[in-house]
Nanobody, 118 residues
Framework: QVQLVESGGGLVQPGGSLRLSCAAS????????MGWYRQAPGKQRELVAR???????NYADSVKGRFTISRDNAKKAVFLQMNSLKPEDTAVYYC????????????WGQGTQVTVAS
C-alpha cells in the first residue's frame, strides 16, 4: 500500500516562498508521474505541476516561472519550490503519484494548506 505524506505548507506573505515536500512509502512502478494539485475553496482541483519519470514536466500557466517541481527517485519524493507567491495561490495542495501502466495505482496525499496573505 502506497502512502504519501506532504509537508511544508503554511502561511506566507505575498512575494514570499515555500517549499513543499512529498514522500512516498511502499512500492511504486518505476514508470510514473509525480505531481502537485491544488484546490481553493469553491473551486475544482487543478494541476499545478507534474514531473514524469522521464524528467519531462508540465506546469499550469498561472505558476510558470514562479514554481519549480523536482523529484528524487531514490527517495520516492517530489518537491515543489514556490516563489513569488500570490494570494491567489492560496489553496490546499495535494501530492499525487500515478503509475503509468495498464493497471496502475493513483495515489493522493492528505493535502497541506498554503495561505498567502499579509
Amino acid at each position: 500500500q502506497v502512502q504519501l505524506v506532504e509537508s511544508g505548507g503554511g502561511l506566507v506573505q505575498p512575494g514570499g516562498s515555500l517549499r513543499l515536500s512529498c514522500a512516498a512509502s511502499g512500492s511504486i512502478f518505476s514508470i510514473n508521474v509525480m505531481g502537485w494539485y491544488r484546490q481553493a475553496p469553491g473551486k475544482q482541483r487543478e494541476l499545478v505541476a507534474r514531473m514524469f519519470s522521464t524528467g519531462s514536466t508540465n506546469y499550469a500557466d498561472s505558476v510558470k516561472g514562479r514554481f519549480t517541481i523536482s523529484r528524487d527517485n531514490a527517495k520516492k519524493a517530489v518537491f515543489l519550490q514556490m516563489n513569488s507567491l500570490k494570494p491567489e495561490d492560496t489553496a490546499v495542495y495535494y501530492c499525487n503519484v500515478r503509475e503509468l501502466r495498464i493497471v496502475g495505482g493513483d495515489y493522493w496525499g492528505q493535502g497541506t494548506q498554503v495561505t498567502v496573505a499579509s
